[in-house]
């Protein structure tokens, strides 16, 4: 890794971006979802019943939900009989997720505190590594790619629901209007944070193109890569084979 990375539109230490996005999400862990509905109309939650179609949890499967935070994705797929282990690298997310997860009755589920980059899973535990809306804050996203092909079987496979950006003309400047004018003063009104907000839509900013994404899960050793845009890239599902 070079001796920055960005935080946003700041450059930073590597360490210092893991300690910062640890901050914005104990920050945001308690409005997470419902500031999830607002930012997006509700339409995030088709976007993860999208990724768990393509997913097809199975029965008996084990699946890792990488970034899994308040159990959206993990939900999903528990109740189609997989068994999920449910991670992220911060622990008031995960108190949120298993909150939910008592109030929704849903049993089963493991909770477990991991970073991408350096999961402690041994190798070729996992039938799928789902992540969705989480690798963009990730300090070295390679790392964490190669690490998921760790831990896969053979035949396992990958798939990140992630924003990008829109290829449809005009839609992307007006995106980014939306993004910088109104979802920091949502975060302000409803989240009392204006600045986590700002920093997760810079986040959005800065994050691979479609085609440069898919190259990088490639170069940490999937194959099969493809990429599903959504809203002509504003949202792609990503995903590869472990072979």
């Known amino acids: 890794m070079s001796e920055t990375v ?51 949890p199975r029965l008996g499967e084990t699946i890792l939900d990488m970034a899994g ?10 109740r189609r009989g997989a068994t999920v282990t449910v991670s992220d690298i911060n622990t008031d997310m995960l108190d949120v997720g298993m909150e939910r997860a008592r109030k929704r009755g849903i049993d089963g589920l493991v909770w477990q505190r991991e970073n991408a980059e350096a999961l402690t899973f041994a190798g070729s535990s996992f039938d799928a590594y789902t992540i969705a809306f989480g690798i963009r804050n ?6 964490a790619l190669r690490e998921a092909h ?18 449809w003309p005009g839609f992307g400047e007006l995106y980014d209007r939306y993004s910088d004018k109104i979802i920091p003063r949502i975060g302000k009104a409803v989240a009392k944070d204006e600045d986590s907000y ?10 691979p193109r479609m085609a440069d994404f898919e190259r990088m899960i490639g170069e940490a050793g999937f194959a099969n890569t493809s990429i599903e845009p959504i809203l002509g890239g504003l949202v792609a599902i990503h995903s590869g084979w472990k072979v």
């Open 69 to 78: 935070g308040t159990g959206d994705i993990a939900f999903r797929m528990a």
């Open 150 to 167: 760790r831990v896969l079987r053979r035949g396992g496979r990958f798939y990140c629901l992630e924003f990008s950006t829109s290829e």
């Open 6 to 56: 960005n935080f946003g539109e700041q450059l930073v230490t590597p360490e210092e971006k893991t300690r910062r996005v640890g901050g914005v999400f104990s920050s945001v862990a308690r409005n997470y979802d419902l500031m999830n509905d607002l930012m997006s109309g509700g339409m995030h939650r088709l976007w993860k019943d999208r990724l768990v179609a393509r997913v097809k």
């Open 138 to 143: 990730v300090t070295d996203i390679p790392a």
């Open 198 to 207: 700002r920093y997760l839509v810079e986040s959005i900013r800065r994050f």
